[in-house]
């Protein structure tokens, strides 16, 4: 293969091998969770009923064969050795495949994207558009507007089953390691004590949720490393005392042996060897916790072999034991050594408990990536861990989530079932990134359409393989995640597709600057004190919200400000780049445009952090805004709006000085902090609420001659911060024409609005204080 076939967009940083040793370890308890306890259920699931352990070993030497080639092929080579290069600024999963493939070719849905977004540090490209050429490849997906939708789809399938895997995996998994207690107990004893101890493990689970995992986080990669190492002693003691020839299986032609026996029961118990592959998607997924060279070593050096010898192990005692219990199937514990086979089952049961925890949280990140992504309707966002990035709990997802799995465990009551839902999951979730990946190599990483090609047979047919063995267990429990699929994906459809029809309508009606000039005459329109914030997901005009606000109240405030909080397809924004400011009108009307963009990962600041930052930027693009003009003449023509003279200010100005020619003749300084106007410039409170905190921010302004306007209109910003400030947003109400289809009356008019009215409201969302809140109600007619 190509030596450069993964080379990423961007050479990557040698980090110190102490700190790769470090992010390595803590990676086993992050990353390796759900792949690590793998080997409780993937024998037991694939022995369940399709196929018989014989005499002749050909069933346990094929699945040893099936497990370990497939261990190569997938995690190995084509997640650790390719998919793991094509990072998004450090970041992994499907979001980040998707964010890649919108920057790179012009196919992403998402409303009020800019030509300034592409300037961001972030959003970097491999080849600048005007030398890297078009292939036919993008030409065609930019042209065909469905192709579009399809791209979107497929990410949210992969969505919607990580979901589904965040059900299924943690009942699957405590549900296996409890099992362990079937050997110490009878069958009756054994039905009436796994199903209550696997519940209330999984209640006792998702009830700390919401206390983070940054308290106890350390003990995962302790325990996940005492399981590995477990897994490998009892592996390599098994293969010793047992069948020391064991390694043969590892040969493909006993794959061949394996499905020329077994045939048709052969094929449908792959579904349950496709489980060794759970939790091989953490490790890009959770990529921006760590970095490439780390997981790389903790897989390879650790995990790998761990995993191996335990599926050998378990392989060399099956293959001298033939006539074993029914009621004990195949599983893990069964060779197990009796001696230490009660301190195993508490280690496995702590192991699941944190493989658990990060497909959990693996959920929670990938619902919060598509509501960034206008994809899933709000909910409440709590971030745990003011050190640790990325740590987010949702509270009405994490009881959803509870309810699922005590209902999934109950209802099912055997790994086999369970084993067939969450392996068509998974395996879904493997294709939709090899699909996406395949348009990675072609798009961003300017590969011959051939590697593509190569890369979709080679690993697309062996998952495809795999998918299709799950998809016949339809009515044996695969029909659970595809239930939950069509579900989610029925409401995260109708919430994009009636959330961009809604962005249209604004767009529609929007109003001209002149006619917001124009009020003051007409209606004889009051300035009263303080700021007015109006949120619109409008980049440029009017939004029909405030014109229906002042319309009605013909009043507002002294200083307004149009606010867009959007979202653009990179990971991250850095601080320094998250605002864009320009005027609204003449400098006179005192009314400006702010917006603030946020990646998919980012997080979202506090009211009070945002209203400060808001306004510390309002006063450097003031400070900047009267530097960068160059007369009265130019002053007087720029009385309108003018998209491009929007400009990038940093979220913290009060933390670096803006030092412009110290040769500027009266140079002085302005500065802030308790709302005090002093002769050498403004002062502003640090919060309009509470105790005013001491900040200051000092940056060169013109000679006085030059600055006497802009003072003055710093001092109005002043008193209007001190007076209050109030966020003005929309309250929306959605309606279908009366010759719109019966589909669309119930999508749009039935399913959205009860969404809208069930999940959390735009000012949960903003983080809008509820005293300051000024709703406007809003029809819009789709």
Request: net charge neutral; hydrophobic share 45%.
């Amino acid at each position: 293969m190509d030596p450069e076939f993964g080379v990423g967009m961007a050479p990557r940083k040698r980090e110190p091998w102490r700190t790769t040793l470090l992010l390595a370890y803590q990676s086993l308890g992050v990353v390796y969770g759900d792949l690590s306890i793998s080997p409780l259920y993937v024998y037991k699931s694939t022995f369940a009923e399709d196929i018989k352990h014989s005499e002749t070993n050909e069933e346990i030497f094929g699945a040893l064969s099936f497990v370990f080639w497939t261990l190569t092929l997938i995690p190995l080579l084509k997640y650790v050795s390719i998919v793991l290069r094509a990072d998004d600024n450090g970041e992994g999963g499907t979001f980040a495949l998707y964010s890649l493939i919108c920057r790179h070719a012009n196919v992403s849905l998402l409303p009020n994207r800019q030509v300034a977004d592409e300037e961001l540090s972030t959003y970097k490209l491999e080849c600048p558009p005007e030398v890297s050429e078009k292939s036919r490849i993008k030409v065609w997906l930019e042209k065909h507007k469905k192709l579009h939708t399809a791209l979107l789809v497929m990410v949210m399938i992969g969505t919607c089953m990580v979901i589904g895997d965040g059900v299924l995996t943690p009942a699957l998994s405590v549900f296996s390691a409890v099992s362990g207690l079937e050997l110490s107990l009878s069958k009756d004893q054994h039905e009436y004590a796994v199903i209550p101890i696997t519940c209330s493990i999984l209640v006792f689970l998702f009830a700390l949720q919401h206390y983070g995992t940054h308290r106890v986080g350390f003990l995962f990669a302790p325990i996940i490393l005492s399981w590995l190492l477990c897994m490998s002693a009892i592996g390599l003691y098994n293969i010793i005392h047992w069948n020391p020839q064991v390694y043969q299986a590892l040969n493909p032609y006993y794959m061949l042996k394996f499905l020329k026996k077994t045939r048709k029961s052969g094929w449908m118990s792959l579904g349950g060897i496709l489980l060794c592959m759970t939790g091989s998607e953490a490790m890009f997924a959770d990529l921006g916790h760590f970095s490439y060279s780390s997981i790389q070593l903790a897989f390879t050096s650790l995990v790998y072999p761990s995993l191996i010898l335990g599926y050998m192990g378990q392989a060399a005692y099956l293959s001298k034991h033939h006539n074993l219990d029914a009621s004990y199937q195949i599983g893990f514990y069964i060779a197990v050594p009796e001696s230490v086979r009660w301190p195993v089952l508490v280690l496995a049961i702590l192991a699941s408990v944190v493989g658990s925890q990060a497909i959990i949280s693996g959920t929670f990140s990938i619902i919060n990536q598509s509501q960034s992504l206008s994809c899933f309707p709000r909910v409440k966002v709590v971030h745990t861990s003011d050190k640790i990035h990325g740590q987010i709990y949702i509270p009405e997802v994490n009881w959803m989530l509870m309810i699922l799995c005590i209902a999934v465990t109950v209802g099912f009551r055997n790994t086999k079932r369970m084993g067939n839902a969450s392996g068509l999951a998974v395996i879904t979730v493997m294709l939709v990134t090899t699909c996406l990946m395949s348009l990675v190599i072609m798009l961003c990483w300017h590969r011959s359409p051939a590697w593509a090609l190569v890369f979709l047979l080679l690993f697309g047919s062996i998952e495809a393989l795999y998918f299709s063995a799950s998809l016949i267990k339809f009515l044996e429990g695969a029909w659970l995640p595809i239930l939950l699929a069509l579900i989610l994906l029925a409401v995260m459809f109708v919430w994009h597709h009636t959330t961009i029809k809604k962005y249209e309508f604004d767009l529609h009606n929007k109003v001209t600057l002149e006619w917001l000039l124009a009020l003051g005459d007409k209606l004889g329109m009051v300035r009263v004190p303080g700021i007015g914030l109006v949120y619109t997901d409008l980049t440029s005009g009017v939004p029909a919200n405030f014109c229906r606000f002042v319309t009605n109240l013909p009043a507002f405030h002294r200083v307004l400000v149009f606010v867009c909080v959007k979202s653009v397809p990179v990971p991250h924004v850095l601080p320094a780049e998250r605002y864009l400011v320009g005027r609204v009108g003449p400098p006179g009307h005192r009314s400006y445009r702010c917006i603030v963009r946020y990646g998919y990962r980012d997080v979202h600041q506090d009211v009070d952090s945002f209203e400060t930052e808001l306004v510390e930027s309002l006063v450097t693009f003031i400070k900047l805004d009267a530097l960068f003009r160059c007369s009265d003449a130019e002053r007087r023509d720029s009385s309108y709006e003018r998209e491009n003279a929007l400009t990038v200010i940093g979220s913290n100005p009060l933390r670096r000085h803006l030092d412009y020619d110290d040769s500027h003749e009266g140079a002085s300084s302005v500065e802030m902090s308790a709302g005090i106007y002093s002769p050498n410039g403004i002062e502003l409170a640090a919060s309009a609420q509470g105790p005013a905190i001491k900040k200051q921010v000092r940056f060169a302004a013109a000679s006085p001659r030059v600055d006497e306007r802009v003072l003055e209109e710093l001092h109005e910003l002043c008193e209007a911060r001190e007076a209050g400030t109030a966020f003005i947003l929309g309250h929306s109400h959605v309606q279908t024409k009366p010759e719109s289809s019966l589909l669309k009356k119930l999508a749009v008019g039935v399913g959205y609005n009860f969404l809208r009215r069930n999940c959390r409201g735009p000012d949960v969302a903003l983080r809008v204080p509820p005293a300051s809140l000024l709703e406007v109600g809003m029809v819009y007619v789709l």
